[in-house]
């Protein structure tokens, strides 16, 4: 006897079944970078700044890996948006406002904040570089002048106690703020000893000459590449955006942990994956040391995917302080 063919219909029931399947066992719906655009209101980014600078200096360090970050944190959203049912009954305690709807809603705006003020902070930053890549010629140009004179003085103040000090405060320090003063102490006393300059024969007149235009431009050069109060006002409320969602998002792990405790459903609440040392530091995973995450996705990642194998999922301690940053 024939053996019966499968139906086309069974055929498309147990795929649709594996569907359903391999969908339930991923949990909350993920988001996606490339889903609608979503718009915050000034008027609700305006009561959120308020909000955030209303934390102070109790703000967390913020991690690289803007848009890793970020699609974690609307995962966590959009689980809380399903049960939401659920988390607006969890019996907090009585010194805690309760769960609302408008809360759970209010994560997406949080997120959105922060990523605007990542943007901020990031076209402050880039300016900051593009000044800083500016100096360097005319910085690494003024210290080869300043050695020429340095060189005549360490001569003429053989027999001078009160010349050597003065050039021993010279060379004192480094950095760009210690050579465009430098330049300023330099030029005073090579306007003390213009006419013995003059006759010098190794180009110490040229040298005099060039630090004399080269000063003013160091000096306002040094300005730009150094971070305006409206630059790090930028980033200190970047941190305290980042603070905003890492806040609401314990408060849902919290309700979701009364709730789902030992399920399933508790994968969709996980905190964000930091490393041993970051956890020990009291940050979460940062990207490499000198760099600010451009909110590009990392070459393989998945959206919304699960933590990276050798991540570990530890909770960052509640109370951290704001610091700078190690690009500073």
Excluded at 73 to 93: C, G, K, M, N, W
Excluded at 168 to 188: E, H, K, T, W
Excluded at 288 to 305: F, N, V, Y
Aim: hydrophobic share 35%; proline share 5%.
């Amino acid at each position: 006897m024939a053996t019966k063919a499968p139906t086309t219909t069974s055929s498309g029931i147990n795929r649709a079944s594996k569907k359903r399947s391999s969908h339930d066992a991923q949990g909350a719906p993920r988001s996606s970078p490339r889903e609608a655009a979503y718009t915050l209101s000034a008027a609700r980014e305006a009561e959120l700044l308020r909000e955030a600078e209303s934390l102070g200096n109790d703000t967390l360090y913020f991690p690289g890996k803007l848009a890793r970050r970020v699609i974690w944190a609307s995962r966590i959203q959009l689980a809380a948006e399903r049960d939401a049912a659920d988390l607006v009954r969890t019996p907090f305690p009585d010194d805690e406002p309760a769960l609302t709807r408008e809360e759970i809603h209010g994560l997406r705006d949080k997120i959105e904040l922060l990523r605007i003020m990542q943007s901020r902070w990031q076209a402050a930053q880039q300016r900051q570089e593009r000044a800083a890549a500016t100096f360097a010629k005319p910085a690494a140009e003024a210290a080869l002048h300043r050695q020429t004179l340095l060189r005549f003085f360490d001569l003429r103040f053989r027999r001078s106690p009160e010349g050597q000090k003065r050039l021993m405060a010279i060379r004192a320090g480094n950095g760009d703020a210690d050579l465009v003063q430098d330049v300023s102490d330099l030029l005073l006393l090579c306007s003390e000893h213009a006419e013995a300059l003059d006759k010098a024969p190794r180009g110490e007149a040229a040298s005099v000459a060039r630090l004399r235009e080269l000063s003013p431009l160091l000096a306002r050069m040094l300005a730009d590449k150094t971070l305006s109060p409206e630059a790090l006002r930028s980033r200190k409320l970047r941190d305290a955006a980042y603070t905003l969602v890492v806040n609401a998002e314990r408060r849902l792990r919290a309700a979701a942990e009364y709730w789902y405790a030992g399920t399933d459903k508790m994968k969709d609440y996980a905190s964000f994956p930091v490393s041993r040392v970051a956890a020990s530091t009291g940050g979460e995973e940062e990207g490499e040391a000198g760099t600010e995450d451009d909110g590009a996705l990392d070459e393989g990642e998945a959206e919304g995917g699960a933590p990276d194998e050798g991540d570990e999922e530890v909770e960052a301690p509640e109370d951290v302080p704001s610091g700078e940053d190690e690009d500073e």
